[in-house]
């Protein structure tokens, strides 16, 4: 069996996970999850193991008089080996105002079901 540590990042608490499982042929049904407070760490910790996933934030080109740049983020946490990829097509955007807050930037990245959405508004 396999043991790993980890920090629970679904909530401010924090919890300090220990994750064991089988290396061959990971079954989530074997995946042991414990020092979780509530259900969402073992969510957390089988998800951890076998299929990492991020929020990510970043900023795009955006030709605004306003500021050159637009912060955007992932609608939710995407897989963790679409995330250099994704910030590659982020940084080679060209956007153009108006933009506003929650505005979808990429739609289902990848197929993902993941879109990257605005997280300011810039009118102009
Ligand atoms: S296990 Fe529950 S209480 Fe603990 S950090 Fe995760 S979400 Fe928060």
């Known amino acids: 069996m396999i043991k790993k540590n980890l920090i ?8 300090r996970l220990e994750v064991e ?4 042929g990971i ?20 998800e951890e193991v076998l299929s990492p996933r ?7 080109a955006i030709g605004s008089v306003i500021r050159k740049r ?3 983020k992932t ?4 897989s963790k080996e679409y995330i250099f990829r994704l910030l590659n097509d ?7 105002p108006p933009v506003g807050i929650g505005d979808t930037i990429i739609s289902n990245y990848g197929n993902t079901g993941v879109d990257v ?3 300011m508004e810039l009118k102009k």
């Open 75 to 78: 609608s939710a946490p995407i």
């Open 54 to 60: 991020r929020t990510v934030t970043a900023t795009a």
């Open 8 to 15: 629970c990042i679904s909530c401010p608490v924090g919890c």
């Open 117 to 119: 959405v605005s997280t």
């Open 27 to 46: 079954d989530r049904e074997k995946i042991a999850v414990s020092g979780n407070k509530c259900p969402k760490g073992i969510v957390y910790g089988v």
């Open 90 to 96: 982020i940084y080679n955007l060209n956007l153009k």
């Open 21 to 24: 499982y089988d290396k061959d």
């Open 70 to 72: 637009l912060p955007v």
